[in-house]
Structures are given as C-alpha cells and as structure tokens.
C-alpha cells in the first residue's frame, strides 16, 4: 500500500510538483520586530517631515473633547513621577512631534496620533502601583501599552495622557513542566515566550501575525484570538490568573496556576477583553500545551466561498481533533500579498483561485495524521471542492505557507490607508459582507484603480466564524468612512454578528457598541468601570460609548 503521502503527490501532484514549487520559496517568517520596526517597514517616517503625516487623532475626531476633568502635566508631576521610577524609565518630551515618542503616540496603522509627552515604563508592579495611585490622586489619565499593534485605537493616546508601556516588565517569573504553566510578566513579548517555551517543549495557546511586537499583557488585555483558537480555545479559558494594578495602586495579586478554582467571582475574567479601562495587568498566569509531535500545513485553491464552507464542514468531520487551523482569504488579499511582500512571498499554487485556504493539522502521532489529512484532501479533490494544493514537506515549508497567510495585514498597509472590520457572523453569510461593501462601494463611485479606495479584502479565521475586511485606500477619508460606517456594523448586527470579533473596541469601536450589546449590558459594563475606576483615568476616551 502506497503511503498517504504519496499517494496525495499522486493526486494534487497531477497539478503541481508540490516539493520543488515549495523549495523554491525563501524563508519568509516575520522576524521579530519591534515596533518601531514594525513602523519603518510600513514607510512610517520617524524622522522630520514625514511625522506630519499622520494627522492627531483630536484634530481629525472633533466630536472627541479633552476631559476638563483630568488636570495638565507640569513639571513637579514629572519631577515626582522620576523619584516613583527606576533610572531610565521615564520618557518625557519636548514637543509631541519628539522622535523618542513618536512611536508610543501613533499607532500601528498610522491612523491615530496622540499628544502624549510623557512616557513612564515602570520595570516592577510596586513601581505600576506607586505611578498608578499618584496618577490617580492627581487625576492624570492613563494610556497603558504593550506592544501598540493594536488595531481600533486602543494603545495610543488621544490627548496628552500618559503612556505607561510595559516594556521593561519582561521576565519570565515561572515556568512548570509538568503541568505546562507558564507565570510572566505582562511586557513579555509573545514571541519571546514561544521560544522560551519551544526550547521546553511546549507552545503559547496563542499565535497572531504582530507576536513579533505584541506582549502577553496586551494579548489579554484585547482578549486575542489568533490563529490557535481554533484548537485551543479563547484566553478566558487559558489564562489562569492575573497580576492587576488597580487605578488606586491596589495590586488584585491573583497569579493561580490551578485549573480549577470555584472561590468567589472570577475577577480575572472581567480583566481579559477590557482593554486598559479597569487597571493594569502586570502579571499572566497560562497554560500552555505540550508542543505538538506532528504539524501538517496544506494550502489548496478553491472557486468559491460555498466551496470553502465544504472544506471546512469535512475537515471537522474527518481531521477533527487533530485540525489546529483553518485560514481563509481570497483572490485580492493574494494579490497584495504578491504585489507588496518584501520577502518574497510567492503563490505556490500553479493558478491564481478566488479563494485560498491554510489548514494545519497538530497531533501526536505523524503517521497517522498523514493519513487523515491526505484522505481528507483526497475526498476534496475528487469531489472537486479543491482545484489544487500543496503541503508543507518541512518546518520551512510550513512558516512559508504560514506567511502567506500573517503577512496579509502588513501587506494590506503597505497600500495606503486601510479601514480595517472585525467581524464574526454565521458562516453562510461570511463571505457576503465583502461582496455587499464592494458593490455599495462601487455604486457610489469611489471604488477602482483610479479611485480613492483601491481594494476591499476579504480574509480571516473561518474555523471561528470571523472575517477580516480590509478596504484599502489612497488615504484616510471622512466620506469613504460614511459610506462603510455604520453600514458595516449595521451589516453585523442584521446577521447577529459581532461588530468586534477579536480586536476590540478600542477609539474606534467605542460609540458603536450598541450594535452588538443591549442598553442594559452597556449601563452594567460602565457602573462596573465605575467601581474599578472611579475617576475615570484608565484609557479614557475608549471602549465605552462617551
Ligand atoms: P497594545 O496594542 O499595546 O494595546 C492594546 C490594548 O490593550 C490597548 O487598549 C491598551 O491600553 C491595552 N493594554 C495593553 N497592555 C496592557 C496591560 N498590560 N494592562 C492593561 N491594558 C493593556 N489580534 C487578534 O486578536 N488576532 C490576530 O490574529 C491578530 N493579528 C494581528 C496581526 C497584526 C500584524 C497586527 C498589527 C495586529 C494583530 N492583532 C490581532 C491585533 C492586536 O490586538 C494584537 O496584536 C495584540 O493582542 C495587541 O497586543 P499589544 O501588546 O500590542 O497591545
Ligand atoms: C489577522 O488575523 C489579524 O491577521 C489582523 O487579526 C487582521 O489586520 C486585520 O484586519
Ligand atoms: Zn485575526
């Protein structure tokens, strides 16, 4: 009997010779960057003129108005904050347009730009707690930041708040293999962690395209889903608890390793998803899994999304425990991903497909989940759900196949200007909203390789029901944005979407959460920011309507 493997050359072979189209590919991983490499790769100036690009976010959102309620920043502010802090830990500005606070006042996106001119990186929680309670006490608003890859607006001030970035808070307290916690610091970045935990033989439950820059703090804080989830669900199941500085300066010191815990109400819960508005994680406490013994990635073509909704409904049936991913996007995010890959990102596929799918298989057992997963591409093939594909033959083949799918974000920016939706909906309709905006688009003339907006991408988590739609354009308009809010959100609401998937709320979201949350939810969710944070100096601006 012919092995699985084989016999899956045979058949997708017929169209593509799958090992050599692969091996031609370079290594093509993201580096780890940091992010004001993030933003000089993206064509983000971070000297002289080029900074006046990207317009303050206060100038550009009249309806947002500084709370008279939070005093100004003056000198002996700065002169206490310095004695509260460690050498070096404190960052202040001459003007906003300072090049060393440039990258803590835009964001990832070069969409929001605050005022901020001052910076504190604390390097222990004592020091959060002593900023925090004298922010507090002198009603001085807070922005805290990780790794500022946001996408909503979230990190980054509007106004003159203080940043306080977790930067420095980067040690690894603990590590226990034998039931996989890992205890951190919340300024670990996330791909510091994977590879502290692969030299021990095991992995983050969580994976996104910005690891490279992101901190496990910010992951929590924003509640990141990612490119696990599938497999291993959301971090309210594996953050076993959390360090937390309160707006007081009380530390909610709360880093259980247990998995089982039924005392009282599971506070760290209301911390996970609520995006710096209640305090500051200085601590994480998760599980994480043993690294998986066999990884299978495959990528196929496919016509239609119907037929990706097939794809998906076999893998459940025949891969199901040992599928960890399954990655949409379509024909347009391939283009950009081509068109603007510095790296060198080519489709290994022999044809261009209207849609692409990346599967990826984790078990223990290599053989037999080469038998599966070439079964179930066989099953496609014949039944002509998928035109073509390919599998990885190695660990580089899998981070090039991977790349394909985590440089679309990046390749997507390198367009412009992109407004960026984050939608999770039933899978019927998952692919619809593209079609509806590119034809409302159209009609209304402004999209088109002469127009204003350039592109209107559709990719995303399918195994979670959430899309990603990206519409790229020439630069930030207030009428482009009309003409797509609140009708996206509206879109989400009319199908019992979520108008935030996985990214937030954030600057952008904040006023429209009536669209996924009722009037008595969001009363609750604001007496509950009251109680944490009563003078309100916690990201203010964000996450709530105002
Ligand atoms: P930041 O951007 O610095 O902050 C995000 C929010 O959390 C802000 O509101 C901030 O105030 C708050 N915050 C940060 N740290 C703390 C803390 N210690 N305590 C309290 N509040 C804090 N998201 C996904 O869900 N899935 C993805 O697949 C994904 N992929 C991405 C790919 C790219 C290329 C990029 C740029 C972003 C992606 N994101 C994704 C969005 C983003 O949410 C994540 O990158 C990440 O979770 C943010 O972490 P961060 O450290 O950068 O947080
Ligand atoms: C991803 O899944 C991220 O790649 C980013 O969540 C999505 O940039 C986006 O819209
Ligand atoms: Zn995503």
New binding site residues.
């Given amino acids: 009997m012919l092995a699985a493997r084989t016999r899956l050359a045979q058949s997708l072979g017929a169209a593509l010779p799958r090992t050599t189209t692969l091996a031609r590919l370079g290594r093509v991983h993201l580096p780890a960057l940091s992010t004001s490499s993030f933003l000089a790769r993206r064509g983000f100036a971070t000297t002289g003129a080029e900074e006046k690009t990207v317009p303050y976010t206060a100038d550009k959102l009249t309806y947002l108005k500084r709370d008279p309620a939070f005093n100004q920043i003056t000198e002996e502010h700065v002169a206490h904050l310095r004695t509260l802090l460690s050498p070096g830990s404190l960052l202040v500005g001459q003007s906003d347009n300072d090049n060393d606070l440039l990258p803590y006042n835009t964001d990832?996106m070069n969409k929001y730009r605050g005022k901020s001119q001052i910076v504190v990186r604390p390097r222990t929680t004592e020091e959060v707690s002593k900023v925090l309670a004298y922010c507090n006490e002198q009603r001085l608003a807070v922005?805290?930041?990780?790794?500022?890859?946001?996408?909503v607006g979230?990190?980054v001030p509007v106004f003159d708040e203080i940043v306080l970035s977790?930067n420095l808070l980067n040690k690894v307290r603990k590590f226990d293999p034998i039931s996989g916690t890992l205890v951190c610091d919340?300024g670990c970045i996330l791909e510091s962690l994977e590879n502290y935990l692969g030299d021990r033989g095991h992995i983050m439950p969580l994976d996104?395209?910005?690891k490279g820059?992101?901190?496990i703090?910010?992951?929590v804080?924003?509640n990141?889903?990612?490119?696990r989830l599938l497999r291993y669900g959301s971090l309210h199941g594996t953050v076993l608890g959390l360090e937390v500085v309160l707006p007081d300066g009380t530390v909610l010191e709360n880093l259980s390793t247990l998995r089982k815990d039924n005392t009282g109400y599971d506070l760290k819960q209301l911390f996970i998803g609520s995006?710096?508005t209640l305090g500051?994680?200085t601590g994480v406490s998760i599980l994480t899994p043993k690294k998986p013994n066999a990884v299978n990635v495959a990528l196929v073509g496919l016509k239609s999304f119907e037929h990706v909704q097939q794809a998906f409904l076999g893998a459940r049936e025949n891969l199901s425990e040992i599928l960890s991913a399954f990655e949409c996007w379509d024909k347009s995010a391939a283009h950009l991903v081509q068109a603007h890959s510095v790296q060198g990102n080519r489709n290994p596929l022999a044809e261009e497909h209207p849609f692409y799918v990346l599967l990826e298989t984790s078990g223990s057992n290599k053989e037999h989940d080469d038998e599966k997963l070439g079964a179930y591409l066989e099953k496609l093939m014949e039944n002509e759900i998928i035109d073509d594909g390919v599998i990885a033959q190695d660990a580089t083949q899998i981070l090039n196949l991977w790349s394909l799918r985590e440089s679309i974000?990046?390749a997507c920016s390198k367009s412009g200007a992109v407004y960026k939706y984050d939608i999770s909906m039933p899978l019927p309709v998952f692919y619809q909203m593209v079609e509806d905006v590119r034809a409302r688009l159209t009609a209304a003339g402004v999209y088109g390789p002469e127009k204003m907006v350039t592109d209107v991408i559709g990719y995303g988590h399918v195994g979670d029901g959430n899309l990603h739609l990206n519409i790229t354009a020439k630069k930030y308009d207030g009428e482009i944005t009309k003409l797509i809010e609140p009708y996206v959100y509206e879109w989400a609401a009319k199908y019992s979407g979520s108008i935030s998937a996985?990214?937030?709320l954030?600057l952008m979201k904040a006023p429209y959460v009536g669209y996924s949350k009722s009037g008595p939810m969001i009363d609750m969710m604001k007496r509950i920011k009251k109680v944490f944070d009563p003078h309100g100096i916690m990201?203010p601006y964000?996450f709530l309507p105002q």
């Fill in positions: 990832w922005v805290p930041q990780g790794g500022n890859t946001g996408l979230g990190s977790t919340a996104l395209g910005a820059s992101c901190h703090g910010g992951n804080a924003t990141a889903g990612g490119l995006e710096g500051i994680i974000p990046e996985e990214h937030g954030g990201n964000k």
